[in-house]
């Protein structure tokens, strides 16, 4: 059964920094494509950034470029998603999720289509 666990949600300050992180059971995400979104109450869920299992194709939302960034600890079987640079408008749930290994990140980061998504972490900027 593959299972995601996103953490590191939490209030900040604008301009403040937070890592998410998302630690999977049950499969090793090096062989799946990764992407994070996030959704707030009333719209849709966003694409924010994806990442093929090789690491050759990503997506970046425009909100995310040069703000985000994703990284790997394959020992922990976890990815992670800095944020930095945050503004109140990036106040929503964050999820993580792991999709077929395409050599194309659209289908997941554009339609959201995946194989496993995690339950969400919080998380709010705000003074």
């Known amino acids: 059964q593959l299972q995601l666990v996103e953490s590191g949600g939490g209030l900040v300050q604008p301009g403040g920094s937070l890592r998410l992180s998302c630690s999977a059971s049950?499969?090793?995400?090096?062989?799946?494509?990764i992407g994070w979104f996030r959704q707030v109450p009333g719209k849709e869920r966003e694409g924010v950034l994806c990442?093929?299992?090789?690491?050759?194709?990503?997506y970046y939302a425009d909100s995310a470029k040069g703000r985000f960034s994703m990284s790997r600890d394959n020992a922990k079987n976890t990815v992670y998603l800095q944020m930095n640079s945050l503004k109140p408008e990036d106040t929503a749930v964050y999820y993580c999720a792991a999709g077929r290994p395409l050599p194309t990140v659209q289908p997941m980061c554009g339609s959201g289509q995946a194989l496993s998504w995690g339950h969400g972490t919080q998380v709010t900027v705000s003074s």
């Open positions: 049950g499969f090793n995400l090096n062989y799946y494509n």
């Open positions: 990442i093929s299992s090789t690491d050759r194709a990503t």
